[in-house]
């Protein structure tokens, strides 16, 4: 399982971004794909998956500001983030499972990470 993380970047307050996630056809019809960050200092954080079906489940702090979604034609996730804050910078991982719940806990295979800094 191989998952390619990219599109991070410098970001001002407020602004928005989005990452992606690319991975083979295969580990794309078949694991579930998610998101976690790790902030300098701080511990690993749960963002949100997407499982092979399309269902979305979210950590109840980034509902209605970050979005999952997924291109069946690329093998790709992404995560879309709007109003931006400076606690946001952290680097993103995507995670991969033929399990969500493995991936909601920090399971899985891992993607080598994307830098995000918000920051004026």
């Known amino acids: ?6 599109g991070g970047g410098l970001v001002q307050p407020g602004g928005s971004l989005t990452i992606s996630c690319e ?11 998610g998101w976690h960050r790790r902030a300098p200092g701080k511990q690993r954080e749960y963002v949100g998956l997407i499982t092979v079906e399309g269902s979305l489940i979210y950590a109840n702090s980034f509902k209605g500001r ?3 979604s997924r291109d069946n034609a690329k093998n790709t996730v992404y995560l879309q983030m709007n109003r931006l804050e400076s606690e946001d910078t952290a680097i993103y991982y995507c995670v991969a499972s033929p399990y969500p ?11 080598q990470g994307t830098q995000v800094t918000v920051s004026s």
């Open 66 to 68: 970050f979005t999952i």
């Open 23 to 33: 991975t083979s056809a295969d580990v794309f019809n078949s694991h579930a794909v």
């Open 101 to 111: 719940g493995v991936v909601k806990l920090g399971g899985g295979t891992w993607g």
């Open 1 to 6: 399982v191989q998952l390619q993380a990219s």
